[in-house]
């Protein structure tokens, strides 16, 4: 049984399920996505295969309210072509809020690996970010603990804390600084050491519907310059980097206005020349509450 391995994954605030792009068309009575099955296919020439790059397959799924519930990595045998569904992430919600998650690793039979406890004041703004490690199921204290401490004024700010283990004391790592317009749009985030140097930015710059359509990070390694165009339906039809480089999608949709198919090009340039360097066909299936 061969499987091929990539791993990309992320804990939100704001998990929800077919959520209304800026921009995009209004359905009336569209209906709750109850869970969405995520397909990647690699194309090649008038053809296309199944990819079989680990974590990009996924099953997800959803509550009435839209909530995220759990995230599946679909894993595919590629001599039978059987599927398993393998939890990756678990989401628990209290008094309409994220208040934990739960992250598991499928190439070690399940086991859980990360816990995140999100804690909100008083006035439902969130307070503080918990990342606990576990191995062999125990929760213990090792590199990959952090928390990040959340504070709102004119700019808010993010206090990240990571675990010495050599202090085996938790140090500031460093602070992130983020500025707002009064659409209440995220336009500047600015990241500073323990010794209050900045060392690393992002700018956005937003349409009048409030689309991002231009966002430059920048650090001490690289400058990256991106501009989005987006269709009717809210969805990302191109962005394109300051050096020439595209990616390119193509979308078809269901009467609710959800792609349930979509193309990805990705277009990179090196040394003058353009080369397609990734070209995707994505499946979506949807089942609807």
Known sequence: MKFTYVLMMVFTTGSCSGSQQNGAKVVKDKPVIQSEKIIYYDIEGSKSERSYDFGKDLFKEYDRSGKQLKESIILVDEQTQKETINLGYLYHYQNGKLSKGENYSVLRG??????????????????????????DGKKVLNKNCFYILYSYGKNDTEDHFSFNEGT?????????LKEFDLHKNLVKEIDYDPQ????????????????????????????????????????????TTKDGGEMIYTYKYDQYNNW????EK??????????????????RSIIYY
Do not use: M
């Open 110 to 135: 399940g086991i859980k690996k990360e816990e995140v406890q999100f804690i909100y004041n008083a006035g439902g703004k969130l307070e503080k970010e918990v990342h606990d490690a576990f191995e």
């Open 260 to 263: 349930i198919e979509k193309t």
């Open 266 to 283: 990705i277009i990179s340039v090196s040394n003058g020349k353009s080369e397609i360097s990734a070209n995707h066909l994505i499946k």
């Open 168 to 176: 085996q004391k938790f140090e500031l790592s460093y602070r992130t």
């Open 196 to 239: 209050n140097e900045p060392y690393r930015s992002i700018v956005r710059t937003y349409n009048d519907i409030n689309q991002i359509i231009r966002e430059r990070r920048v650090d001490q390694y690289s400058d990256v310059d991106e501009s989005t165009v987006y269709n009717d339906e809210g969805d990302i039809l191109k962005i």
